[in-house]
């Protein structure tokens, strides 16, 4: 009996999150045992060069000596206390002053962190529907599970059985990047969207970025009809750049969703924003939210470590964008090569190859295109010359700083070995 066939006797389908289960490349999923630097060695004793990274956090790598040596100090100060820490109000210091915002509220996930905004949201402005996008995922809770992305795109489900309709009535649905789509959505439904939530990098289609025009107007929409806009950057906080991609855009927005990079790799989320709107948080205001383990002083203390870390070496993001462009510009040279139909999408350090004939890819209508089975074949040939890509055509590869130019450029020679195999096999 495998390890994966023991999982399934006691765990749902043998993995605690879907994508996990390796089911849209049909085969059994790679079991981790220990991490080192740039690779992920699994039960079976095999090395495989991650660009996983825990789906993001490990943007230093695995077992960080720094970070494992102050790990062993926080076990002996104690793991969780059920009161305020001062390791809390640091956090929340820094991560306002390094978001460039006014008030966070720590919580235990991303989907806490989307749950909670969009609480605060609705009580703020006292309006009950939501406008969401076309395949960005903002996690499980029941108002969200309508056409997202990441694993409902892999297995194929727009919503989630188990979701009442009554619930989901409130949640309108949007096309990224189409702000005539938000605009008539928004005139339909004047003064009843309490707010906008939106990955503004979207990571969970595979990487899909936003066109510049399309989230400015969005800024300008909101505001004039006094909607909150809430960025998602569970994934694009701290990874993409230090802080919020905000920066990118030139544009605020009124809350923010936060995750992933900030705990250092353990479990972790928060929501921030603007004063006047946190405020309105229990105990202060009327919108309750709570939680046993929100603000973890251990999460906390690795989280901050790592965040300071960032900070203090902006040449780590210096050293990440380069080696995403040499990956970009490697596969686009492997891919016209081998003259197989497939386009490589980047943002910053988040990075996707997609299998398939394209014009564009800039929605969720043009990745539903995508060719899953050439990405089976691609990520199985990968996984043998082991490089381990994510199990999944949409999501994005994760890259860290422990990754070289060695890593890089054999990821870029095994590349063009695998698209010549899928190009040979496609049609069997």
């Known amino acids: 009996m495998t ?81 305020p820490t001062n390791i809390e109000v640091e956090m929340a210091k820094f991560l306002t002053q390094a978001i460039g915002t006014d008030m966070v509220r720590m919580v235990n996930s991303g989907t806490e962190a989307t749950m909670s905004a969009i609480r605060l949201a609705r009580g703020f402005t006292g309006r009950d529907k939501i406008i969401k996008f076309e395949g960005c995922y903002h996690g499980h809770s029941d108002c969200l599970l309508v056409k997202s992305g990441s694993g409902t795109l892999t297995y194929n489900v727009q919503t989630s059985k188990g979701v009442p309709v009554d619930i989901t009535k409130d949640t309108l649905v949007c096309r990224y990047n ?49 909607i909150l806009l809430i960025f998602d950057e569970v994934i694009t906080a701290f990874r993409c750049k230090f802080g919020s991609v905000k ?67 902006p040449s780590i993001y210096d050293k990440l964008e380069k080696n995403a462009k040499l990956l970009e510009e490697g596969f ?25 004939e394209f014009d564009q890819i800039e929605s969720y209508d043009d990745v539903k295109k995508a060719d899953t089975k050439a990405y089976e074949k691609y990520f199985s040939y990968m996984l043998k010359e ?7 055509q949409f999501e994005a590869m994760f890259l860290s700083a422990a990754q070289d130019d060695e890593i890089i450029n054999y990821t870029i020679e095994k590349n063009k070995e695998a698209l010549e195999y899928v190009k040979e096999n496609l049609n069997k």
């Open 332 to 356: 686009n040279d492997n891919i016209k090569s081998v003259a197989l139909p497939a386009m490589t999408t980047r943002f910053n350090t988040m990075i996707c190859l997609f299998f398939g």
């Open 178 to 226: 189409d702000i005539e789509n938000v605009k008539n959505t928004i005139e339909k439904y004047k003064g009843q969207i309490a707010c906008v939530i939106i990955e503004p990098v979207a990571g969970n289609m595979g990487v899909v970025s936003p066109k510049l025009d399309f989230i400015k107007s969005l800024r300008e929409i909101t505001e004039k009809e006094n």
């Open 386 to 392: 082991k490089i381990l890509l994510p199990p999944a």
């Open 3 to 83: 390890l994966f066939e023991e999982a399934k006797k006691y765990i749902p389908g043998g993995v605690n999150s879907p994508v996990r289960a390796f089911g849209s490349v049909h085969m059994e999923p790679v079991f981790a045992k220990y991490g080192k630097g740039p690779y992920i060695f699994d039960e079976n004793g095999e090395k495989y060069i991650d660009f996983i990274n825990s789906w993001g956090p490990l943007i230093l790598g695995h077992s960080n000596k720094f970070l494992i040596e102050r790990g062993k100090k926080y076990l002996e100060e104690g793991l969780t206390f059920g009161l």
């Open 247 to 313: 920066t990118l855009f030139g544009i605020e927005p009124d809350l923010y969703c936060l995750g992933k990079i900030i705990g250092g790799g353990l479990p972790v989320g928060a929501f921030a924003g603007k004063r006047e709107i946190m405020e309105h948080l229990s105990p202060l205001g009327d919108v309750y939210q709570a939680g046993t383990l929100s603000g973890n002083p251990l999460a906390m203390k690795m989280g901050l470590d790592v965040l300071k870390i960032l900070k203090e070496n």
